[in-house]
């Protein structure tokens, strides 16, 4: 996930920022907040990637002040406008993460999915946001999905073996979820509701 947030970066610095005043973060975060809504209006994202990726900038602007937020909004709005469909800026990126939406975006969400779909008793949060009454056929579609890329021959985030990327995160998610009590707690609420909503839709689109 960091090499996106990275190549956004990147990107968004090339642009023409002569006179500029927008801050570099603010510049970087509308540029994806942009990618994510005009490759889905644009037919080059599905749905569940649009969500990632503004699952991604959500997390970047924790703890911003207000008027970074503002910023933020105004620069999005300002790059969705400018931003035809064929525009190499909005095209390039996306070509060239492509990849990284599948091995690196994707996979912590199929994982939490899956190990707080088996708990006994899943935070209400995930019941609440996974609403998919069976959820078989979902873990059924991660289980494949997790087998090919470990089958792709691409390491997992942080050139880990799959198995073990597997287990490791599956144990932060255990230790995520229980944590919803503790300090911090809205946080990863946010991010198992997140982890519900993404995994379904992708699902959905993967049966399309």
């Known amino acids: 996930m960091k090499s996106l947030a990275v190549l956004a970066m990147a990107v968004a610095a090339c642009a023409t920022v002569a006179a500029d005043p927008v801050p570099s973060k603010v510049r970087s975060g509308a540029f994806v907040e942009m990618v994510a809504q005009r ?5 080059l994202l599905k749905r569940w990637q649009d969500l990632s990726l503004r699952a991604l900038s959500l997390q970047d602007r924790n703890g911003w002040a207000e008027e970074d937020v503002a910023a933020l909004r105004a620069e999005t709005a300002r790059l969705v406008s400018a931003t035809a469909c064929d525009a190499e800026s ?3 990126w996306i070509e060239e993460s492509r990849k990284g939406f599948d091995s690196e975006m994707l996979p912590p969400y199929l994982v939490a999915y899956k190990t707080l779909a088996e708990m006994d008793a899943p935070p209400r949060v995930f019941s609440a946001t996974s609403l998919r009454l069976d959820k078989a056929p979902v873990l059924a579609a991660i289980d494949r999905k997790l087998e090919a890329l470990a089958a792709s021959g691409r390491p997992a985030e ?17 230790g995520f979820a229980g944590s919803l009590e503790a300090e911090g707690g809205d946080e990863a609420a946010a991010w198992i509701a997140q982890s519900g909503m993404i995994v379904e839709i992708w699902y959905e689109e993967e049966r399309e």
């Open 158 to 174: 942080g050139g880990k073996p799959w198995p073990e990327y597997i287990d490791r995160t599956s144990a932060a998610i255990l």
């Open 90 to 92: 909005l095209t390039l």
């Open 39 to 43: 490759g889905v209006e644009c037919g």
